[in-house]
């Protein structure tokens, strides 16, 4: 493969695991608040729940579309960027921001669930 090829799809397999990430999170949260509306769930439960989305989103994200060399970068990109996608998405919903270092923790989180995720995919036997 050539050195632009393997470039385009380096950012093609970022593209679909963060677009992957974000609609499994969208379609969780959108369940999650049906049962939220239901259950009368406290503030803690649902920060929990939210978190194991991101949590799962970015890994399944990953996991499935990610493959070839350099997995840890391509899943670490891969959960950064969704994590700032994320934010910008809760920021058009809610017209509030994250606190600047509640944003970089976020991010870390991801990036490293995201890179775990990676090094996973790209080590599976097929």
């Not at 799809?9 to 049962?35: D, E, H, P, Q, Y």
């Not at 921001?97 to 944003?103: A, G, Q």
């Amino acid at each position: 493969m050539s050195q632009n090829a393997e470039g385009k799809n380096f950012f093609v397999l970022i593209f679909k695991s963060v677009i992957l990430s974000v609609l499994i999170t969208l379609l969780s949260v959108i369940v999650f608040a049906f049962i939220v509306k239901r259950a009368g769930l406290t503030t803690t439960v649902i920060k929990s729940v939210n978190q194991f989305i991101k949590t799962v989103s970015v890994f399944v994200g990953c996991f499935f579309v990610i493959k070839g060399r350099l997995g840890v970068v391509k899943g670490a990109v891969s959960g950064a960027l969704y994590a700032l996608i994320i934010a910008f998405l809760f920021f058009l919903f809610s017209k509030t921001s994250y606190p600047t270092f509640s944003l970089a923790i976020e991010v870390a989180f991801c990036l490293i669930i995201g890179a775990i995720s990676g090094v996973v995919a790209v080590n599976k036997k097929n």
